[in-house]
């Protein structure tokens, strides 16, 4: 939650991450490092912050109803990797049944270092924390796992057997099915990081699901709110809230047997779904719902009224100031400049999204309905109207600009409001 456990305006956030000049001007170019950062808390007088922090870490996901945290492995050694050690004790602490996945990440230290990968999972790999499987095998799923031959994986498994560890060999790629037939006799699941664009997702992803279980292997789904990076001057289009539910819906539909959302907390590519500043806790709510439904099999009965709004605050063809940032943001996939009303009712009633002066409006059935108008200028504001009342109104917590831009933000603002029990 904390870097260095300072007034959040004074903070590495504040001056490195999210300022135009933060880390000595290397982000000048496109307007800062982020867009958006952890929700902010004050400074703890504790000397064991780190952990505490880890610990509401944890407590946040038990909350949501997920079963664990899989941890990308960057390195073997160092704040990466001690990181990983505060997780697991933190997990065992708050809720001995959150476990924790490890992934190894083949692309950073491990590329060039390949030999430490048999260590490290030996030192972490009788603590209690650690995911493992009904047959208490360890649970281990490399990104980007063919940066390494199938026979160099076949000894890493046969060196761990002989301490005493048996592998679950869920691989992660980019492009999943390129390396399947490669792969297959050694692993028991497949798993992909899946597309960041709609127009991917609904198209030749689809049907992921079913051709990793003709393989008879398990699926591990990739669940995306959305992907946005300044650093690369890229946005991936995720049609407000479009991109998140279709990758739900094409898990529960397919029957993967696990869900792996990306992300928790990578906030250098905007995918995160805990609670921040910009992104609120709208998709961190929205998760629970879908988590619950990939859980049951079933769709959770709506028991109350709740209304989530999502937009961008400039339109994705907007042009910044040249001599601020030279080089314009990139949008892939089919752009899509609106804003969204996601409404979950009990009952029917009158959607209404309210911006720039008028007042566009949507009846809704009782049950999910997304109600989508045109990205206008003004801030936005969005109700819920039933009986001639408003029973539930949002206002977004920033204006549409439509010119006059310095720097571009392509990052989708999203927030909510649940009715009272």
């Excluded at 060196?159 to 692993?187: C, H, M, N, T």
């Excluded at 003709?214 to 699926?219: C, E, T």
């Excluded at 990739?222 to 890229?234: A, E, G, L, T």
């Excluded at 059935?365 to 206008?376: D, V």
């Amino acid at each position: 939650m904390s870097i260095d456990n300072k007034p959040d305006d004074q903070d590495y956030y504040a001056h490195g991450f999210l300022s135009v000049d933060g880390e000595k001007g290397k982000h000048r170019a496109y307007g800062g490092y982020l867009r958006q950062r952890p929700m902010p808390r004050p400074p703890r007088p504790e000397a064991n912050w780190p952990e505490l922090d880890m610990m509401d870490e944890v407590r946040l996901a038990v909350d949501l109803g997920l079963d664990g945290f899989c941890y990308d492995i960057l390195g073997t050694q160092g704040t990466h990797w001690n990181r990983l050690l505060l997780l697991l004790d933190a997990a065992q602490k708050v809720d001995p049944g959150f476990k924790i996945m490890l992934m190894p990440d083949m692309m950073a230290e491990l590329r060039s270092k390949p030999e430490r990968l048999g260590p490290a999972i030996l030192e972490v790999a009788r603590h209690p924390s650690i995911l493992r499987d009904e047959r208490d095998r360890l649970v281990l799923a490399p990104y980007m796992a063919n940066c390494q031959s199938l026979e160099w994986w076949q000894a890493v498994f046969a060196d761990l057997r002989k301490q005493g560890v048996e592998v679950k060999f869920v691989p992660l790629f980019q492009a999943w099915w390129k390396y399947a037939d490669e792969y297959a006799p050694i692993s028991d699941g497949f798993s992909d990081w899946g597309a960041a664009t709609v127009d991917e997702v609904m198209g030749g992803r689809r049907t992921s699901p079913q051709k990793c279980h003709a393989y008879g292997k398990l699926w591990m789904a990739p669940i995306r709110p959305q992907d946005f990076r300044p650093k690369s001057c890229v946005a991936w289009e995720a049609a407000n809230t479009e991109l998140f539910r279709s990758m739900w819906q094409i898990a529960i539909e397919g029957q993967a047997e696990w869900a792996q959302v990306i992300t928790w907390n990578d906030y250098s590519e905007a995918s995160e779904i805990a609670p921040s500043t910009e992104t609120r806790r709208g998709f961190y709510d929205l998760t629970a719902y879908y988590t619950t439904w990939f859980k049951d099999g079933r769709a959770p009965a709506i028991v109350r009224d709740a209304i989530y709004g999502t937009y961008r605050v400039q339109p994705t063809d907007g042009k910044p100031d040249p001599a601020r940032q030279p080089k314009p943001m990139k949008v892939v996939g089919t752009p899509s400049d609106r804003i969204e009303l996601l409404a979950f009712l009990t009952a029917p009633g009158t959607l209404e999204i309210e911006v720039g002066g008028k007042v566009s409006r949507q009846e809704a059935p009782a049950g999910i309905t997304s109600f989508k108008t045109p990205l206008t200028a003004g801030t936005p504001v969005f109700r819920l109207v039933r009986n001639n009342a408003v029973k539930l109104q949002l206002t977004g917590a920033r204006a549409i600009a439509l010119d006059n831009i310095v720097f571009q933000d392509l990052l989708y603002r999203a927030d909510g409001v649940v009715a009272q029990p």
